[in-house]
């Protein structure tokens, strides 16, 4: 089971990045998948998350900037960046949840013990 990261990079104030997550060894269109970030000094932080449903869930601060998608024929799922702003400075991770992640509710969504396989990490670096 593996999850590469890809894209990223530097991203202009205000401006977009992508990134996408590779998963080999699993499908993931059976498990749900999150984002997370984390920036130095910081504690690792839930972006988005979708569940084995594709419900969707998000953080506060993130929400209607960034989205979540998946491409299940290609086994990858994305983060769509719009917006960005200095806080979004921080390295990325995909991580996978198995079915832990309540579709109904999002209930654990953005708990970082919830999920059990994670990516190496992309740096995203905002600048202005």
């Known amino acids: 089971v593996q999850l590469v990261e890809s894209g990223g990079g530097l991203g202009k104030l205000g401006g977009s990045l992508r990134l996408s997550c590779t998963a080999s060894g699993f499908t993931l269109g059976n498990v749900a998948i999150g984002w997370f970030r984390q920036a130095p000094g910081k504690e690792r932080e839930g972006v988005p998350c979708s569940s084995r449903t594709g419900s969707t869930y998000y953080l506060d601060s993130v929400r209607g900037r960034f989205t979540i998608s998946r491409d299940n024929a290609k086994n990858t799922v994305a983060l769509r960046m719009n917006s960005l702003k200095h806080e979004g400075t921080a390295v990325y991770y995909c991580?996978?949840?198995?079915?832990?992640?309540?579709?109904?509710?999002?209930?654990?969504?953005?708990?970082?013990?919830?999920?059990?396989?994670w990516g190496q990490g992309a740096q995203v670096t905002v600048f202005s």
């Open positions: 991580a996978t949840a198995g079915d832990r992640v309540n579709s109904a509710t999002g209930l654990g969504w953005s708990v970082t013990s919830v999920y059990d396989y």
